[in-house]
């Protein structure tokens, strides 16, 4: 549904996005995350034709973008990372104006802004006017508007950044209805590592460039064996201590715990967590416990991003 191939953009000396191959099948939701400014804003909008790349190829739907993005803006659904909407406009009709926009009919428009806004859960509301909606539901106005038209391919840039954890719960569940049900693609970018987990597939950007992909398991046991975790009192001196240590590469709070990562090549977990148990004692550390733990999405994005 999106294929990209050397899809490249600066702007002035920045390099935004460089040399990415990305695709995303039917049914599939990919995760684009990284660090602020890595470019996942700006991969975005050239997918939609909103910005002109410098070099590369885009394919949506089939159709070559920018050459044909009239063609696959039929085909695709965008929630920018700052939506914007008439907060003078109801819900209904915010939407019949997005509906418009798509070429809607007057007879489609309204049993489809009906039948979308049961979707998102705000058929209640479909009254009140947009400035008077709660962050959450602005954002699920957001995705109606995205959806109105059946797209078979959603871009979502980062949909839930500040909305509550409610919110986010109740939108992901409607992000992995439209994928198992109507196998629509997603491509999402986030900063949530809860919401990376859920994605089938994860892509992570660092100044534009994609420097790993894979599920969120394959990623994950790219740090088997090498995570630590350390409990104890005085947890800052603790990791000032850690950190100090030739087996141990980086240090950060999760947190009332500390989780380590040790060097490569720096032997068997359960080994590693026993020698530095014993030097950070013989250092003052009041060591609670240290134990060989599963590595998490935080884990191998922190390493990532210090690489
Ligand atoms: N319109 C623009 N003009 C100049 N620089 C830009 C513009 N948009 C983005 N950038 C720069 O491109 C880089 C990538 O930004 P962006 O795509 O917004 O990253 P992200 O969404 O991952 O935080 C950053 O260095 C940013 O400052
Ligand atoms: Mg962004």
Redesign the pocket.
């Known amino acids: 549904m999106l294929h990209t191939e050397n899809l490249t953009k600066h702007?002035?000396e920045?390099t935004?996005v460089e040399g990415l191959n990305l695709d995303v099948a039917p049914g599939e939701i990919y995760g684009l995350v990284?660090p602020?400014?890595?470019?996942?804003?700006?991969?975005i909008r050239l997918l939609v034709g909103a910005l002109h790349p410098d070099g590369g190829t885009i394919r949506v739907a089939g159709y070559e973008v920018p050459r044909r993005a009239e063609k696959a803006r039929e085909h695709l659904g965008y929630l920018p990372?700052r939506f914007s909407l008439y907060e003078e406009l109801t819900v209904l009709e915010n939407l019949r104006f997005f509906a418009e926009v798509r070429g809607l009919s007057a007879a489609e428009w309204l049993p489809r802004s009906m039948e979308i806004l049961e979707f998102v859960g705000l058929a209640r509301f479909s009254a009140r006017r947009a400035g008077q909606l709660s962050g959450g539901m602005k954002q699920k106005l957001g995705l109606a508007a995205a959806l109105v038209h059946k797209p078979r391919l959603l871009l979502l840039d980062e949909p839930t950044t500040g909305v509550d954890p409610v919110t986010r719960q109740d939108f992901w569940q409607l992000i992995i209805r439209l994928v198992s049900e109507e196998g629509v693609a997603v491509l999402v970018?986030t900063p949530y590592m809860d919401e990376a987990a859920r994605c089938n597939r994860l892509g992570f950007?660092r100044e534009?460039r994609l420097l790993v992909e894979g599920t969120p398991t394959a990623l994950r046991r790219q740090l088997e064996g090498r995570i630590l975790e350390l409990r104890g009192e005085n947890l800052r001196a603790l990791r000032s201590l850690a950190e100090a240590d030739p087996l141990v590469e980086h240090a950060h709070l999760v947190g009332d715990r500390i989780h380590l990562r040790v060097r490569e090549g720096g032997g068997s977990a359960p080994k590693a967590a026993a020698q530095l148990q014993k030097r950070l004692a013989a250092r003052g550390g009041a060591v609670t416990s240290l134990l060989p733990v599963a590595p998490t999405l935080e884990d191998v994005f922190i390493s990532l991003s210090s690489e």
């Open positions: 702007f002035g920045t935004a990284g602020d400014g890595a470019g996942k804003t700006t991969t990372q970018s950007l534009g």
